[in-house]
């Protein structure tokens, strides 16, 4: 007997059966008997391949920024690619992100959004805010944002001061009274950009306490100021 088993002996039989044959034909029985091993192989590959590379390009965020209830016909990746090219930051390393889809009009839509940013938030993914009256003192009152009296250094702060926007914690967050954004209601970038186009609400902006780019969003802070 050939082998040590009946898997052996199936092995040895089919590797004699391929004597003779052309390598056309091995080459269609080998894909024919292990192509789930090589299908499964090459799934592997193809995902670590797509590893490697999600790796090596991978960008350093520098400023994220969100919008909640904004126009949604508004292209605001131009403005801030516009923005990106006043930095020193290398392009093929770096990279600022803007997000205008956190968008609150009905349940639904409140509790899938409420959880993606309440995430993105807990995970330092967002730096900057900018919202309506309504949803940005809904997160006001929860402490969401920096004092931005104690961030910002004198001359910067003063230069906002008439704009500063107080609000008042819910005990729950400590009951403190802080400068949690800035009105922005009528610079340019937000009446002639029809950002909040349609909206009533005075629109403030925020730097949020988990930001990993403090000095980042204070710049963007003047450049939108300036705009």
């Known amino acids: 007997m050939k082998g040590n088993s009946l898997k052996d002996e199936i092995k040895i039989s089919r590797m004699e059966g391929l004597q003779g044959k052309s390598n056309w034909y091995k080459f269609k029985y080998y894909v024919y008997y292990y192509k789930i091993p ?3 192989g090459i799934g592997v590959l193809v995902f670590l391949i797509s590893l490697v590379h999600s790796i090596v390009t991978a960008k350093d965020t520098v400023l994220s920024v969100a919008l909640l209830n904004a126009n949604q016909e508004v292209e605001y990746s131009l403005f801030l690619d516009e923005y990106f090219q006043t930095t020193d930051y290398d392009a093929g390393k770096t990279e600022m992100r803007i997000d205008a889809s956190y968008c609150f009009y009905d349940n639904y839509s409140n509790y899938q959004n409420e959880q993606r940013f309440f995430v993105a938030t807990a995970a330092e993914q967002i ?101």
């Open 38 to 40: 090589v299908i499964v």
């Open 127 to 227: 730096d900057v805010v900018i919202g309506s009256k309504e949803i940005f003192e809904k997160y006001a009152d929860m402490g969401y944002f920096i004092d931005l009296s104690k961030l910002m250094d004198a001359d910067t702060y003063s230069k906002y001061s008439d704009r500063a926007h107080t609000t008042s914690l819910t005990e729950e967050y400590g009951g403190n009274t802080e400068v949690s954004g800035m009105d922005i209601t009528n610079w340019d970038c937000i009446s002639k950009l029809k950002w909040y186009e349609g909206s009533d609400e005075p629109v403030y902006i925020g730097i949020v306490c988990e930001s990993k780019n403090k000095e980042q969003a204070i710049d963007f802070i003047n450049y939108l100021s300036e705009y």
